[in-house]
């Protein structure tokens, strides 16, 4: 770069010499290297030979050195403004057709800041794009070669097979630019980034570097509706492959979660920056691509009912050749689908809505560059990678080489750009990157361009000359060939056609077969190739990664499958012995997340600490009703505890919803060998026996130590407790002797005295031990539930297990006393009495006692555990067996007052949840996901490939198994929890928890007020945020009565 711009000096002072008139034998010496005092005189050079007449020259000149310092003055100040080569703003949308404002069309989306662009510079009104779909066109964009020539018709992998090509970021990189990129730039799917040539290429997540933006996993990429899917012409289906013809509004807060928003947002900051190299910014939104998810404002801008629909012809189809007639007369189904359901418009509003978004995240770009020090030298761009169908012609989408898939949007405005100009010449989006080597003057890529530089017609457009554009389709031979005037089809040897676009420009007459139209059809034809490349096999399709150094990339069969290979359907392959992966189903009572995976580090939990290492946590996960019996009928069954009709702990739902099929009633009737220990349903009377396992124990703990001692006392003075006589007197006594360990009300604390052996939970542990290495049937697969009973009062523990927490080392936070005066009453539970506590007044010194007993409690069943897990190791099924830890609801130690469940605080409904499935889940990962314990039957079944029933409300986990760093199917998590004969509700997200009860309401904005101690609800300010909560509570009401 130095060297031209020495040479572009030279030429700017030969320029100054004539000017000065200089005399025409002297010339400047181009060895020279600087112009500070060195003699002028030494700077010429003779050609005639004539010293002493040079001199004579030079005498002249020193005459005429005033003027001529200010011309060098002036000429080098033009050069330094010419010579700073011009920032580049790269802005690309998906799926963006041309319904701008500014481009007058109808429908007509409202996008002023795109307008307020076109009014700065060029916009392009027939401008078309380089492949008709993501792939190939971003393909031929950032290669500059048609598919025709790379083979890319249906991939977007240019850069592994032809790795010659020098890509558009690699030409700025070689000249020096600060490469800078960010979202959909390339196409989505793994491994189709070209990463090549950028000095910064933004990544919301480290997964996406080998995972790409799949999406039918959009969850992955924005906040989803409530319900999903939302649209009529998908709701109650289970959609997969990138939610086609979906749309919503989204509560407009969401906006600056969507990954759209954080993208432009990482754009916005770069613009902040200073840059002491010129920048090639490049940013790529997804939006209007589909879903077409926005906030609420977007779609508030238009009036469905005033929205116009596109023209529409009825045998639009008739005139085609036969086998496109046939294709797409079976896509008309999509919108005759459409018109049944009277949502025509409304799939049209979503997408103009999204355009809006879109227009609205382009102009915080556009803002920032306007606020920044690089406005007056930036060139922007903005374009669509194609346009997208409607309806007309019977589609919808994109895929054809009608007007609808080709034109697209284009806009440049910058230095050397004529400003508020329209331009209708006839242009391609392969002709962005010749444009941008010569406007910034970058070296030539190694591949030849085969688009042509536009920068004469955006510096005087009014003089641009028409062409015709060619643009390929999905297979060689077939393509279009486009000018201002007609637009000429040709689908190899399956037939042609020709639009006179003058005097049909919705393209509804083919002219393809009028004799008087044969030369016309040989010219256009002359625009496209006479030779096609080969299509190159798509990569994308198998995930066989590639890592080399920095760079990646994807190859098929490079990687063949191993057991154990984290891939999307890797747990749908049987494992190699060709037996079902087994299920070990651990449930715990009244623990709340006050253990390790969760975050807590007070409690010593080592073996909860290794199972998340070799699993996956969810940290967000809840229980739908803070009681042990509801919760336990709801999970256990798949439904919310309004359709199950479990809303106490004496109900049984075996009489409330007769015929539902439980979770190990399903495994069993699916051929597992089914097995209960410990409290798996809530009581011994809510046992379901032999309809659901093959084998259930429960066991209780061995005597007291201190009842031992009463009762061997006791029996020494009065004889055997059995005796009749004495069976009252020593129940009255065994009361009085362990109320203070073992009594539920109040609750026991305290040292058991008992080994881990003599406990309930000890029994339960190493019960599950001898299954796992002597009973377990080799024929059939197992469903093993272990019910872990702590720490349910009474806080019983072995001594050892105490002296983890000493008393004075236990911190807790302590509440203001008026805290519940701004709460509904109704949100109490008062447990807190039976501990022996007061509303609103701390006891330090009984709640260390308490918490001491139930972290005790926490760490004891943390070392039962283990045995589990090393028989599980031992036993030979470790890699065949899925394992699920959790508890059926959360607890309160004091925080808000409060002791015991039954609320639907956070910390009263929210539980532990870690899963780990050999060959899906990563180990040591964590899920952010809104997860509901109902989820825990529906992610089973599937974990299993067991087709699961059909009355389940939940929603299978396994696709975040696969992908932590989605945010889910579920944006809210739903609890509810009886008052009497009402009930309370509560609806919670990754930033807000809204409650209702009968007295009042609750809102709490958990990302400050975590604890939940500031009720926001009430007032104005926040009126709007419960409005909306009340809305889809009464939804998620509706669906949680549907299967009653």
């Given at each position: ?70 011309l ?16 580049v ?5 998906d799926d ?5 404002g ?22 392009f ?18 290669s ?23 890509a ?17 730039l ?9 990463q ?9 997540n480290k ?58 947002n ?12 010129p ?21 508030d ?34 919108v ?39 406005a ?15 309806g ?9 080489l ?10 440049w ?7 508020s ?57 077939e ?22 676009l ?11 077969d009028?004799?008087e ?13 006479a ?10 399709g ?11 990339r ?23 012995n ?52 509801p919760?336990?009928?709801?999970f ?49 009377r809510?046992?379901h ?6 084998e ?23 004889g ?23 009594s ?13 052996a ?17 009973d ?38 302590v ?29 330090a ?31 030979g ?11 059926d ?17 956070d ?26 314990l ?27 198994l ?14 509810v929890?009886s ?66």
């Amino acid at each position: 770069m130095e060297h031209h711009a020495r040479l572009a000096v030279w030429e700017l002072m030969n320029q100054v010499a004539r000017t000065t008139q200089l005399p025409t034998t002297f010339k400047w010496r181009h060895e020279e290297s600087h112009f500070g005092n060195h003699s002028l005189k030494s700077a010429f050079t003779k050609e005639s030979g004539n010293t002493s007449s040079n001199m004579r020259d030079y005498a002249g000149f020193q005459m005429k050195r005033p003027r001529f310092n200010l011309l060098v003055a002036l000429f080098c100040f033009s050069l330094a403004a010419q010579a700073r080569q011009p920032n580049v703003l790269f802005l690309a949308v998906d799926d963006m057709n041309d319904w701008l404002g500014c481009m007058g069309t109808s429908p007509r989306a409202i996008t002023p800041n795109l307008d307020k662009l076109a009014n700065r510079g060029v916009l392009f009104t027939n401008a078309h794009t380089a492949g008709v779909y993501c792939a190939p066109s971003r393909a031929a964009i950032f290669s500059g070669q048609f598919a025709s020539t790379t083979g890319c018709y249906r991939t977007a992998n240019y850069f592994v097979h032809h790795p010659e090509i020098d890509a558009l970021q690699m030409c700025f990189a070689a000249a020096g630019y600060t490469t800078l990129g960010a979202g959909k730039l390339f196409h989505h799917p793994a491994g189709a980034i070209d990463q090549r040539g950028w000095d910064s290429f933004f990544l919301r997540n480290k997964s996406q570097r080998t995972s790409g933006w799949p999406l039918n996993s959009w969850s992955d990429e924005t906040p989803l509706p409530d319900p999903f899917p939302a649209s009529i012409y998908n709701r109650g289906q289970d959609i997969t492959g990138g939610m086609f013809l979906e749309w919503a509004a989204l509560p407009n807060e969401q906006e600056d979660e969507m990954a759209d928003t954080i993208r432009i947002n990482w754009a916005v900051d770069q613009l902040k920056k200073e840059h002491e190299e010129p920048f090639f910014l490049g940013v790529g939104i997804y939006a209007p691509h589909y879903p077409n998810y926005c906030p609420q404002k977007y779609y508030d801008l238009y009036d469905v009912e005033s929205i116009k629909l596109p023209p529409f012809r009825e045998d639009d189809l008739a005139d085609l050749p036969g086998k496109i007639r046939k294709i797409k007369t079976a896509r008309s189904k999509i919108v005759a689908k459409l018109n049944s359901l009277n949502a025509l418009d409304d799939a049209i509003h979503g997408y103009l809505a999204c355009i809006s978004y879109a227009d609205a995240m382009m102009g915080r770009v556009l803002d920032a560059l306007q606020q920044s020090p690089h406005a007056d030298n930036t060139i922007v761009i903005l374009w669509s990678d194609h346009g997208y169908h409607h309806g007309q012609k019977g589609d919808w989408g994109k895929h054809t080489l009608w007007e609808r898939t080709s034109n697209v949007p284009f806009i440049w405005a910058g230095p050397g750009i004529a400003r508020s100009a329209r331009s209708d010449v006839t242009v391609s989006l392969i002709d962005m990157f010749p444009t941008l080597v010569e406007m910034c003057r970058l070296p030539a890529p190694r591949q030849k361009l085969e688009g042509i530089s536009l920068a004469s017609v955006l510096r005087n457009p009014d003089k641009a000359e028409d062409r015709t554009v060619y643009l390929p389709h999905m297979h060689p031979g077939e393509y279009a060939t486009i000018n201002r005037n007609w637009r000429y089809i040709r689908y190899g040897d399956d037939g042609e056609e020709l639009y006179d676009l003058r005097r049909d420009p919705h393209e509804w007459h083919n002219l393809a077969d009028d004799p008087e139209h044969a030369h016309l059809k040989a010219t256009m034809r002359k625009a496209a190739p006479a030779t096609f490349a080969e299509p190159c096999e798509k990569l994308n399709g198998r995930r066989d990664l590639l890592i080399e150094g920095e760079s990646f990339r994807w190859k098929k069969g490079a990687n063949p499958p191993t057991r154990g290979s984290v891939e999307k359907n890797a747990s749908k392959d049987q494992p190699t012995n060709g037996k079902k992966k087994n299920v070990l189903f651990i449930v715990c009572d009244d623990l709340n997340t006050h253990v390790s995976p969760s975050g807590y580090e007070p409690i010593h939990t080592p073996t909860l600490s290794w199972l998340a290492s070799e699993g996956m946590t969810f940290k967000r996960t809840f229980c739908q009703y803070p009681v042990c019996g509801p919760s336990r009928a709801s999970f256990l069954s798949g439904l919310y505890p309004e359709s199950t009709g479990v809303l106490n702990n004496t109900s049984d739902i075996r009489k409330e919803r007769p015929g539902t099929l439980t979770l190990p009633q399903f495994f069993k009737e699916n051929g597992y060998w089914t097995a209960s220990v410990g409290k798996i349903f809530h009581s011994s009377r809510h046992e379901h026996g032999e309809s659901a396992w093959h084998e259930v124990l429960r066991f209780q703990n061995d005597e007291l130590e201190i009842v031992r001692e009463a009762r061997e006392e006791f029996e020494e003075r009065y004889g055997s407790i059995d005796d009749r006589p004495n069976r009252k007197r020593w129940r009255e006594l065994k009361k009085k002797t362990s109320g203070k360990l073992d009594s539920q009300t109040p609750p026991g604390r305290g040292r058991s005295g008992l080994t881990d052996a003599q406990h309930k939970d000890g029994k339960n542990v190493r019960q599950v031990a001898r299954w796992l290495s002597d009973d377990t049937p080799d024929d059939k697969p197992f469903f093993i539930a272990c019910g872990i009973q702590k720490p349910h009062v009474p806080f019983l523990a072995p001594n050892k297990y105490f002296d983890l927490y000493p008393l004075e080392k236990i911190v807790y936070r302590v509440d203001q006393p008026n805290l519940w005066e701004n709460l509904p009453q109704s949100a109490i539970s008062k447990r807190y009495t039976a501990f022996g506590f007061e509303l609103g007044k701390e006891d330090a010194s009984l709640r260390r006692e308490y918490m001491q007993a139930y972290h005790a409690c926490i760490s004891f069943i943390d070392a039962q555990l283990k045995i589990v897990f090393d028989a599980l190791k031992q036993s030979g099924h470790w890699e065949n067996t899925i394992i699920v830890f959790t508890s059926d609801h959360g607890y309160h130690l004091g925080d808000h007052f409060l002791w015991g469940k039954v609320t639907l605080f956070d910390i009263g409904a929210k539980v532990p949840f870690v899963i780990r499935a050999p060959g899906i889940t990563t180990g040591g990962t964590t899920s952010e996901a809104m997860v509901e314990l109902i989820d825990l039957y529906p992610t089973l079944a599937d974990l299993t490939d067991l087709r699961p029933p059909e009355h389940l409300q939940g929603v299978s986990l396994r696709p975040l198994l696969v992908h932590p760093e989605r945010p889910g199917k579920k944006k809210h998590a739903y609890s509810v929890v009886s008052r009497g004969n009402k009930l309370g509700f509560s609806l919670r997200n990754q930033r807000w928890r809204y409650a209702r009860w009968p007295d009042g309401e609750e809102l709490y904005n958990l990302n400050i007020d975590p604890s939940e101690k500031n009720n926001l609800a009430g007032g104005n300010r926040y009126e709007d945020r419960m409005k909306e909560f009340r809305t889809l509570l009464i939804e998620r009401q509706r669906q949680a009565r549907s299967a009653r």
